[in-house]
C-alpha cells in the first residue's frame, strides 16, 4: 500500500501559476500509473490528469488540458503537478491518488491510496 502526501497548494490570483507536489512511499511507487483528483466545495470528486508508470504516457480532463501538465520523478518517488492559467473555478481541494483501474478512466473510484489533499484557492 503506497502512502502519499500532497504539497504547494495556497492562494493565486486568477491567471497564475502553482506547482503542486506529491511525495510516495515506498520502492513500487515507481510502477504505478499515478493521478490528480480534485474536490470543490459541495461538489464531487473529479478527475484531472493522469500519467503512466513510466512517466511517457499522460492524459487530462477537458477543463486543464493545455494549462496544466502531469509529471513524475521516479527517483524521488515523486508527481508532480504544474498548474498555469488558473482560473477560481480551478478552486479546489487536490489530491494525488494511485490509478488502480483501466487506463483512460476518469472516475474517481477507479483511483485509490488517496492522499490528504492539499487546497488551491484562485482569486478573480
Known amino acids: 500500500q503506497v502512502q502519499l502526501v500532497e504539497s504547494g497548494g495556497g492562494l493565486v490570483q486568477a491567471g497564475g501559476s502553482l506547482r503542486l507536489s506529491c511525495a510516495g512511499s515506498g520502492r513500487t511507487f515507481s510502477s504505478y500509473d499515478m493521478g490528480w483528483l480534485r474536490q470543490a466545495p459541495g461538489k464531487e470528486r473529479e478527475f484531472v490528469a493522469a500519467?503512466?508508470?513510466?512517466?511517457?504516457?499522460?492524459y487530462y480532463s477537458d477543463s486543464v488540458k493545455g494549462r496544466f501538465t502531469i509529471s513524475r520523478d521516479n527517483f524521488k518517488n515523486a508527481v508532480y503537478l504544474q498548474m498555469n492559467s488558473l482560473k477560481p473555478e480551478d478552486t479546489a481541494v487536490y489530491y494525488c491518488?494511485?490509478?488502480?483501474?483501466?487506463?483512460?478512466?476518469?472516475?474517481?473510484?477507479?483511483?485509490?491510496?488517496w492522499g490528504q489533499g492539499t487546497q488551491v484557492t484562485v482569486s478573480s
Open positions: 491518488a494511485r490509478l488502480m483501474g483501466v487506463w483512460g478512466t476518469s472516475r474517481p473510484s477507479d483511483f485509490g491510496s
Open positions: 500519467i503512466s508508470w513510466s512517466g511517457g504516457n499522460t
